[in-house]
C-alpha cells in the first residue's frame, strides 16, 4: 500500500507546484528546472521525495524534453524510513492546438511520459506509462487549466487508472500567483480507494531566473487511506 502511495505522490511531480499540468511547452532553447521535495501522509504514515530535481527543455516550437529524478523514502514494515532513488521519468510534451489569444480557443498539449523504476525495494519492477491531454486558456490576470489521462500501470495487485484534474490561478501582484486545484484518481491497485484531493498554490517570482513555488492539500474522499495531507514545494529556474 505504502508503494502505493509513493508512486501516486511521484505523479504529482506534473504542472510544478500543481498535481494538475498545464499544456504550456518550455519555451525553444530554454530551460525550466525545480529542485524540489514533496509528500502524502495516509493512514497515519508518511511518505515521499525527500529530494528531487525536473529538468524541462525547449527542443523545438511547441516541444518540450523533460526528466525528472527523485530521491524517495518510505516506511518500512517496522516503521523505519527507507531511502532510495524513486523512478525516473521522461516525458515529451508536444501543444497540438494553439490558444486564441483574442477568442476562446484553447491551446492543447498531448504529453505521453513513462516513469522507469531504479529501486526494487519500492514494490514495483515495471514500466509505467501515461497518456493525457491538457488545456489552458487565459482570460488577463486568470488562468485555468486541467485535462487527464490514462495511466497503465502493470503489476499483480496493480490495475491501469485514470487521473483527472483542473485548476484556476490569478496574478494578484506583478510576482505572486495564487491558484487551486481539485483532481479526481480512480484506483490503481485492487486493495486501494479511489480519491479526490484538492490544493492551494502559490508561484513567487524572486527575479527573471529565479522562483518559489509550493501547493498543499488533502483529500475529500477516502482522505485517511489516500490522503491525509500532502505538500510540494520547489525553487524553480528558468533561462
Known sequence: MLAALLL??????????????DPEPTDTGHWE????????????MTSGTALGLEMNYGAAPDLQTSITVPLDYVPDNSNRTQYGPGPITLGV??????EDDDGWRPQVSFYPSIN??????????KTQEYLP???????????????????????TDDRNYWFAGWALLRRVLPNLQL????????PNRFDQPSQTSYN???????????HIVGSAGSGIMYATA???FSYYFALEWTK
Open 179 to 186: 491558484g487551486a486545484e481539485i483532481f479526481h484518481q480512480s
Open 33 to 44: 528546472d525545480y529542485l524540489y521535495s514533496q509528500a502524502v501522509r495516509a493512514d497515519h
Open 93 to 98: 510534451k508536444y501543444r497540438i492546438i494553439e
Open 133 to 155: 491531454i491538457w488545456a489552458q486558456k487565459s482570460f488577463g490576470p486568470w488562468t485555468t487549466f486541467g485535462g487527464g489521462g490514462y495511466w497503465i500501470n502493470p503489476g
Open 226 to 228: 489516500t490522503n491525509q
Open 200 to 210: 492551494g498554490a502559490f508561484l513567487f517570482d524572486l527575479n527573471d531566473n529565479w
Open 8 to 21: 501516486t505522490a511521484g505523479a504529482a511531480q506534473a504542472g510544478p507546484p500543481f498535481t494538475t499540468d
Open 116 to 125: 522507469v523504476p531504479l529501486d526494487i525495494h519500492e514494490g514495483t519492477t
